[in-house]
């Protein structure tokens, strides 16, 4: 198994996503890429659907510093409380759970739980949950703070990289979403037309 | 291997089934007339493609076609968005259980369900369909796109008339070619050819290429070739087994009726030779020509000046062909019918007297004599009750059949009452013809297997499809049927239709596969000599 990298902790769940801080700023998932959280009886598959940098009190905007400074290195080597007062999250949507050895691509009986730790799914996890394409009706039927083509598309990208032929897997998932868009020609187009290797 | 092609997504009995095509399999490998294999849940069934179409789920995809020129969205969408769509008709169908199995295909009664499979066919599918090479069936082709040997059942087919049809040059004489060797080797049947062309007995021609064997050359103790023009056939080194001479007294009246139109003779001319021929006795036509004027006329008869004139120029037209005699020495009929007892098949050469006046005064002559020994001889054997006494079963072939089976004239030629008594007296028919549409459609509806090249003309293919269940896929078949070598058939000895691929005929190999060896060793020795 290849080492499981930690990217945050859940800070607020629901049965369809949960949100989750990272521990160092900016050190958020790529979108689209696939987290994973709870422990190892029932774990909780999720898609970076969204993320975001903010500070950490929600009436104090940042204000801008670097007038005075040559980069922007430079203005958080000078201010380094800045690191404490902002803080990066990212939003997943949950598209599959485990239990035991068994993978659902369909919502779990229970949320993720708060301060549950978020990982990074490995490469042999995002080709084992690759193998069915059930998870991308989820995706397209939820209400999502970026557009859903975008993030088809990204996921699919992210996975793609996991399996050794690519085209083909992109080729099937292709297959798969002109099925489930047949009655959307335009969204269909918009998501192949990211997707082409 | 058993490909797959696709799932049944809709149909009906009449109509036929919808198959929706996998993507991975190209609606450009499909061809109408391939054999395929539907799985049903309890049955399996099978059919003949009929017609092939593409579908898309989105009437706006054909509106706005997508940018194909990317492959990836060309792979994607080819069998998603967009997609063949076959239409296939089942004709047979076999139930999984050990009976079933046991009896064989059976014709459809339904259709298999929703999503099952459809495959195209495998050897075994065919084989169990139309059997196996063996002492009765007869390697006749290859059905359309497939190595597998299309086999024909002819002890079946020679109890029924049989038609063989397709424009001119789409492979006929060929293909009955094939079909008289395989009579000769598989079936009891004796073959009586009228051959018009010269094509049968000793060669033919091939179209672009070097002369091909005929049945003699291949099936020497087999085969007796008879000719009219004795000449030709010597010029042509033909061996001949004998000639056909006819004498004046040989002619009865309704040999003249029949020749109605190719002679020119007026209605009441016809009535006049039954006249005549009442009167005059056997040697009528001499008579009739010996006669000056209509005064001259025989007490009783009352013919009309220019009936008679009419009569007699039609009558000098047969007199002027040179196998004609006033007296014939020897009976042709009875030489021929000898040599079809013995299980001779018999050849008749028409030489250089290829119109139409000679062959069908000639055919019908014979047929009808040949056929009244085989109708005595079968009653005969009827009223003793023993089998044993019946003659060969005798397939007499002619070609140029509208001529003699064309409505007007049906009711009254031997081949008419032939194709419509069918086997009774042991005689069928195998028609060969361009023109099905010419053909009296009562006689059409009696012939048990039909094999048709491409014909193009619809009411030829109308008439020729008339009373087949299913003709409107099959027509579709039909008519894109290739202009030479694919034939489709269907009827009697077949039990569903097929597009087929006639087997090889004209190169050594195919000499050797048709003949057996000691007659092609034999053939060779005689090289060296």
Same mark, same amino acid.
């Given at each position: 198994?290849?080492?499981?990298?930690?990217?945050?902790?859940?800070?607020?769940?629901?049965?369809?996503?949960?949100?989750?801080?990272?521990?160092?700023?900016?050190?958020?998932? #790529?979108?689209?890429?696939?987290?994973?959280?709870?422990?190892?009886?029932?774990?909780?598959?999720?898609?970076?659907?969204?993320?975001?940098?903010?500070?950490?009190? #929600?009436?104090?905007?940042?204000?801008?510093?670097?007038?005075?400074?040559?980069?922007?290195?430079?203005?958080?080597?000078?201010?380094?409380?800045?690191?404490?007062?902002?803080?990066?999250?990212?939003?997943?949507?949950?598209?599959?759970?485990?239990?035991?050895?068994?993978?659902?691509?369909?919502?779990?009986?229970?949320? %993720?739980?708060?301060?549950?730790?978020?990982?990074?799914?490995?490469?042999?996890?995002?080709?084992?949950?690759?193998?069915? *394409?059930?998870?991308?009706?989820?995706?397209?039927?939820?209400?999502?703070?970026?557009?859903?083509?975008?993030?088809?598309?990204?996921?699919?990208?992210?996975?793609?990289?996991?399996?050794?032929?690519?085209?083909? *897997?992109?080729?099937? /998932?292709?297959?798969?979403?002109?099925?489930? !868009?047949?009655?959307?020609?335009?969204?269909?187009?918009?998501?192949?037309?990211?997707?082409? !290797? | 291997?058993?490909?797959?092609?696709?799932?049944?997504?809709?149909?009906?009995?009449?109509?036929?089934?919808?198959?929706?095509?996998?993507?991975?399999?190209?609606?450009?490998?499909?061809?109408?007339?391939?054999?395929?294999?539907?799985?049903?849940?309890?049955?399996?069934?099978?059919?003949?493609?009929?017609?092939?179409?593409?579908?898309?789920?989105?009437?706006?995809?054909?509106?706005?076609?997508?940018?194909?020129?990317?492959?990836?969205?060309?792979?994607?969408?080819?069998?998603?968005?967009?997609?063949?769509?076959?239409?296939?008709?089942?004709?047979?169908?076999?139930?999984?259980?050990?009976?079933?199995?046991?009896?064989?295909?059976?014709?459809?009664?339904?259709?298999?369900?929703?999503? @099952?499979?459809?495959?195209?066919?495998?050897?075994?599918?065919?084989?169990?369909?139309?059997?196996?090479?063996?002492?009765?069936?007869?390697?006749?082709?290859?059905?359309?796109?497939?190595?597998?040997?299309?086999?024909?059942?002819?002890?079946?087919?020679?109890?029924?008339?049989?038609?063989?049809?397709?424009?001119?040059?789409?492979?006929?004489? *060929?293909?009955?070619?094939?079909?008289?060797?395989?009579?000769?080797?598989?079936?009891?049947?004796?073959?009586?050819?009228?051959?018009?062309?010269?094509?049968?007995?000793?060669?033919?021609?091939?179209?672009?290429?070097?002369?091909?064997?005929?049945?003699?050359?291949?099936?020497?103790?087999?085969?007796?070739?008879?000719?009219?023009?004795?000449?030709?056939?010597?010029?042509?080194?033909?061996?001949?087994?004998?000639?056909?001479?006819?004498?004046?007294?040989?002619?009865?009246?309704?040999?003249?009726?029949?020749?109605?139109?190719?002679?020119? !003779?007026?209605? !009441? /001319?016809?009535? %006049?030779?039954?006249?005549?021929?009442?009167?005059?006795?056997?040697?009528?036509?001499?008579?009739?020509?010996?006669?000056?004027?209509?005064?001259?006329?025989?007490?009783?008869?009352?013919?009309?000046?220019?009936?008679?004139?009419?009569?007699?120029?039609?009558?000098?037209?047969?007199?002027?062909?040179?196998?004609?005699?006033?007296? @014939?020495?020897?009976?042709?009929?009875?030489?021929?019918?000898?040599?079809?007892?013995?299980?001779?098949?018999?050849?008749?050469?028409?030489?250089?007297?290829?119109?139409?006046?000679?062959?069908?005064?000639? /055919?019908?002559?014979?047929?009808?004599?040949?056929?009244?020994?085989?109708?005595?001889?079968?009653?005969?054997?009827?009223?003793?009750?023993?089998?044993?006494?019946?003659?060969?079963?005798?397939?007499?072939?002619?070609?140029?059949?509208?001529?003699?089976?064309?409505?007007?004239?049906?009711?009254?030629?031997?081949?008419?009452?032939?194709?419509?008594?069918?086997?009774?007296?042991?005689?069928?028919?195998?028609?060969?013809?361009?023109?099905?549409?010419?053909?009296?459609?009562?006689?059409?509806?009696?012939?048990?297997?039909?094999?048709?090249?491409?014909?193009?003309?619809?009411?030829?293919?109308? @008439?020729?499809?008339?009373?087949?269940?299913?003709?409107?896929?099959?027509?579709?078949?039909?008519?894109?049927?290739?202009?030479?070598?694919?034939?489709?058939? *269907?009827?009697?000895?077949?039990?569903?239709?097929? /597009?087929?691929?006639?087997?090889?005929?004209?190169?050594?190999?195919?000499?050797?596969?048709?003949?057996?060896?000691?007659?092609?060793?034999?053939?060779?020795?005689?090289?060296?000599?």
């Amino acid at each position: 198994m290849a080492e499981v990298q930690r990217v945050g902790e859940v800070i607020e769940a629901s049965t369809t996503g949960f949100v989750a801080q990272c521990y160092e700023l900016y050190q958020m998932p #790529p979108l689209g890429s696939m987290v994973k959280t709870g422990d190892s009886s029932a774990e909780l598959y999720g898609i970076v659907c969204n993320a975001e940098t903010t500070s950490l009190e #929600p009436g104090r905007r940042p204000i801008a510093r670097g007038k005075d400074e040559k980069s922007e290195e430079a203005i958080y080597r000078s201010s380094p409380q800045l690191a404490k007062l902002l803080r990066s999250e990212f939003e997943a949507l949950v598209v599959g759970h485990r239990e035991g050895d068994r993978l659902y691509q369909h919502l779990p009986p229970q949320p %993720a739980r708060i301060h549950g730790f978020v990982y990074q799914c490995t490469p042999d996890e995002v080709k084992d949950f690759g193998k069915s *394409f059930d998870f991308l009706n989820i995706i397209l039927n939820a209400h999502l703070p970026v557009p859903t083509e975008e993030l088809v598309a990204a996921s699919l990208r992210r996975m793609s990289q996991a399996h050794e032929d690519r085209r083909a *897997f992109l080729v099937a /998932a292709g297959k798969e979403l002109a099925i489930l !868009l047949s009655g959307n020609l335009n969204q269909l187009n918009a998501i192949l037309g990211r997707i082409k !290797l | 291997m058993t490909e797959r092609l696709g799932i049944v997504v809709s149909g009906s009995l009449n109509k036929g089934v919808e198959v929706r095509l996998d993507s991975s399999a190209s609606i450009e490998d499909m061809a109408v007339g391939r054999f395929v294999t539907i799985e049903g849940a309890k049955r399996r069934f099978f059919g003949m493609i009929t017609d092939v179409s593409l579908g898309v789920t989105d009437q706006r995809l054909s509106l706005t076609p997508p940018d194909v020129s990317d492959p990836f969205i060309a792979e994607v969408l080819a069998g998603t968005s967009t997609f063949g769509t076959l239409h296939v008709s089942p004709s047979l169908v076999i139930g999984g259980d050990a009976a079933a199995i046991l009896e064989g295909p059976q014709p459809v009664k339904t259709i298999p369900s929703h999503f @099952s499979a459809v495959k195209l066919s495998t050897q075994e599918d065919v084989e169990l369909v139309f059997g196996t090479e063996d002492e009765k069936r007869f390697f006749i082709g290859n059905p359309l796109d497939m190595e597998v040997k299309l086999c024909l059942n002819l002890e079946e087919l020679v109890k029924r008339s049989n038609g063989i049809f397709g424009k001119s040059g789409t492979g006929k004489t *060929f293909l009955t070619r094939i079909l008289l060797i395989g009579m000769l080797q598989k079936s009891r049947a004796v073959n009586l050819v009228f051959d018009m062309h010269n094509e049968y007995g000793w060669a033919g021609t091939r179209e672009g290429g070097p002369p091909v064997k005929g049945l003699k050359q291949l099936f020497q103790s087999r085969v007796a070739v008879f000719t009219l023009d004795e000449e030709n056939s010597r010029h042509r080194g033909v061996s001949t087994d004998g000639v056909v001479r006819i004498g004046y007294d040989e002619i009865e009246p309704d040999d003249i009726s029949l020749l109605r139109q190719t002679l020119n !003779l007026t209605d !009441l /001319a016809v009535e %006049a030779v039954h006249q005549l021929f009442r009167k005059f006795g056997k040697n009528w036509i001499q008579d009739t020509l010996d006669l000056k004027g209509a005064e001259e006329l025989p007490e009783g008869l009352s013919i009309h000046e220019g009936t008679l004139l009419n009569l007699q120029r039609g009558l000098a037209t047969i007199r002027r062909l040179p196998f004609i005699e006033p007296h @014939s020495p020897d009976n042709a009929v009875k030489a021929i019918l000898e040599h079809l007892d013995r299980g001779t098949n018999v050849v008749l050469e028409f030489g250089r007297y290829r119109d139409i006046t000679t062959y069908i005064l000639v /055919a019908n002559m014979l047929s009808r004599r040949i056929y009244a020994q085989y109708q005595s001889r079968v009653e005969k054997a009827d009223a003793a009750a023993k089998e044993s006494l019946k003659p060969r079963p005798l397939v007499i072939t002619i070609e140029e059949a509208h001529k003699f089976l064309n409505p007007e004239v049906a009711s009254q030629t031997i081949f008419g009452k032939i194709a419509r008594e069918m086997r009774k007296y042991n005689v069928t028919l195998l028609v060969i013809d361009q023109r099905p549409s010419g053909i009296d459609s009562e006689v059409m509806s009696q012939m048990g297997t039909k094999i048709t090249c491409l014909l193009d003309n619809d009411r030829d293919i109308d @008439s020729v499809l008339a009373g087949v269940s299913g003709r409107n896929e099959l027509k579709s078949v039909l008519a894109k049927l290739a202009a030479k070598q694919q034939a489709l058939i *269907f009827g009697h000895a077949v039990p569903m239709p097929v /597009a087929f691929q006639p087997r090889e005929y004209g190169s050594a190999q195919s000499y050797r596969d048709f003949a057996p060896q000691k007659d092609v060793t034999e053939d060779i020795e005689k090289l060296w000599d």
